[in-house]
Every structure is written in C-alpha cells, then in structure tokens.
C-alpha cells in the first residue's frame, strides 16, 4: 500500500541512502518522470521544515490542496534537479533573478546537493546577464538563514509572509554576481 499523507493520497517511498563524504551527484533538467520523485521531496521538506511552524488549517491546505503537485504541474518543467546513486534527491526553480525554490531530501541534507544546485543557478543568473540573485527564507529557518549568509547572501528586507496564513515573517536575501 506504500506511505500515505494525511489526506490519504499515496506518496512516493522515501530511500534513505547512506551518506558517504563524496557524493556522485549529476545535476540535470528536470523530465516528466521525475514528478513523483519531486512530490515526494516536497511533502519531506513540508514535513521537516515548514509543517511545526504553521498553522493546522494551513498545513490542512497543503495537503488538500495538493499544492506540490500544482506547483510541479506549473514549473516543474524548468526544474534542475540533483540525482544521486539515480534517484532524484533535490532540485531548484528560478525565474529570472529570483530563485523559487531550493529542496534536498532531508536524508541528504549537507551533503553539498544544495549548495551545488544554488551555484548552478547562480551561474545561469549570471550568464543572462542579472546582477544579483534573490531569495526568500523565513525568520523561523535559522538553518536557511545560516546557508545563505554562509553563501554570500545579504538580508535586504523583512515582510509579512502571506502564503501560509500563519502569522510568519520572510526575509529576503540578495547576493552581487559581479
């Protein structure tokens, strides 16, 4: 029958991998069948990060929403992904200078699959000729935070986060490419 989320809908098998210091890590475009693949990291990085922070009715939303696979129906088809062992573990969305989205499978967290999918994009930006890049994290993730201070990244504002309906803060984070 497989996992399950609250709603009951069915969600792809989380693999933990053993994590080794030098990992083989192909970085490429996301494909269609990637889409499970994707939700799954979505719903893990829902669970781990933003779900303890939220309210019950908004975390309600997510699932009755689908919102991971709305949101991969919508871009997932610009989508970077991080393969490892081959199995999709991460990925980044950009849009312009504007960074979406930055997801690791936690059982991969801080092993470099997020700092090498941000430099890829830092890289694209740069070679389309922007600036800076942008970002946005939330004041709960001091994890995130640290991340992209540790990357380059400079809070240039703080305001009301208004997709959770949960009384949080954004920080935006901006960072020179020249």
């Not at 610009?78 to 969305?93: L, T």
């Not at 600036?131 to 992209?148: G, H, I, W």
Request: glycine share 6%; charged share 25%.
């Amino acid at each position: 029958m497989g996992r399950r989320d609250p709603i009951g809908h069915a969600i792809a098998e989380v693999y933990a991998l053993p994590v080794r210091s030098k990992l083989n890590i192909l970085l490429r475009r996301s494909r269609p069948t990637d889409a499970s693949a994707l939700r799954s990291i979505l719903y893990d990085t829902f669970e781990s990060t933003w779900r303890p922070n939220i309210t019950p009715a908004a975390a309600r939303a997510f699932y009755e929403e689908e919102r991971p696979s709305r949101y991969i129906a919508k871009r997932g088809n610009v989508f970077w992904v991080a393969e490892c062992d081959a199995n999709v573990v991460g990925f980044i969305d950009w849009d312009g200078d504007f960074i979406n989205a930055l997801h690791v499978r936690g059982s991969h967290a801080r092993c470099g699959l997020g700092r090498s999918l941000l430099g890829h994009a830092e890289e694209e930006i740069r070679k389309a000729g922007l600036p800076c890049v942008r970002l946005e994290t939330d004041t709960f993730n001091a994890a995130s935070q640290s991340f992209y201070a540790g990357l380059g990244y400079q809070e240039a504002d703080r305001y009301p986060d208004t997709e959770w309906s949960s009384d949080l803060t954004t920080i935006l984070f901006i960072k020179s490419l020249s």
